[in-house]
């Protein structure tokens, strides 16, 4: 297999330090648009199957001719959603595998954005999926942690722990403090306005996909190990879309545990204005310049990549899932947990960035010895789960299973008789 990994950041530097030690893949070409980005990710691993090279991720065909000049046969898309389409797109005219960790972006309703949905994560991927599949290539989109992780444990729980579900709802939280740093997100800025402050979009059976405010129906959720209670809210994010294409359930939501303070931030920059893409003009000494709000944003806070030796902490990403099984009510939570602490010592990478990038790595090592395999353009969800979680926990990173307390337990345990 031979890899063009387009994207360097934080995620794409994790990707080389995992990928290095394992042996299924005969080169990988790291491209980012800032070549020295590149070197220097591919000079921290000292291993000869990595190559470097410049490549804008928005042009097309300088992407396409990258691929061809290496003889790839894989894209992994490592960059941020607003050059999912351009490298999507580059893969299908290349005729390689793709794999992202996001999918393409979304557009509100133009009327009434906190009802109903308008264009969603993934459709322009998912509109293409037919001539994928009629040229026999594969799309893996969303096979990143969450998504992509969260949804294989989504089908896990679906294939072996129940026999009817009622709600998946991906709960993701963290107990991460940054020294010297009031405000200081762990993962991409732009892609977190964007997710945060977009409507979250909501599955029901019999209903479909709709939408509603931004942080609504608040619920504390207690997180395993240490992490504890988080409050977590409705936040706009892929899983909804993936999840029921491919499993059954009544009911399918995501909250993230952002916590007060980061969610007042967001408003704030909402009210302001300064979460806005389309560019403004404002001064420069070399006279008027367009720049966009959330790119100044972006620029003015530091690189989540260099945070993790002043990070504190655990994250946790996992999928809670409720319904029956053999007649009887049954709750789980499947999970993975990230030690800042054991990831920067293993590989010199932040928790949350190194959380993401060993699925996209697990994925690529199925599908290379054919254990995964499919065409068209399709979800984590598609795949059998055994493989993936088996192959997670043989790169070390186990992940587990708690049992919760069924809401009729709940309920029993609360009221007056049991009380007596």
Known sequence: MRVLLVGAGGVGTAITRIAARRPFFDEMVVADYDLARAEAAVAAVGDARFRAARVDAGDRSAVAALLREHGCDVLLNATDPRFVMPLFDAAGEAGVTYLDMAMSLSRPDAEKPYERVGVKLGDAQFAQSAEWEKAGRLALVGIGVEPGLSDIFARYAADELFDEIDEIGVRDGSNLTVDGHD????????TTIEECLNPPVIWENGRGWFTTAPFSEPEVF????????????????????????????????????????????????????????ESVTVPGAAGPVRVSPRDVVAASLPDPATLGASMRGKTCAGTWVRGTRDGTDREVYLYHVVDNEWSMAEYGSQAVVWQTAINPVVALELLAGGVWSGVGVLGPEAFPPRPFLDLLTEYGSPWGLREQQTNSARLASASPAAAA
């Open 222 to 277: 207690d997180f395993p190990d240490g992490i504890g209670p988080v409050e977590c809210v409705n936040v706009e994010h892929e899983e909804v879309l993936l999840i029921p294409r491919w499993v059954k359930a009544r009911r399918v939501t995501f909250k993230y545990g952002l916590g007060e303070q980061f969610i007042r931030t967001l408003k704030m920059l909402h009210e302001l204005g300064l979460d806005r893409t």
């Open 183 to 190: 405000f200081a997100p762990s993962f991409n800025i732009w």
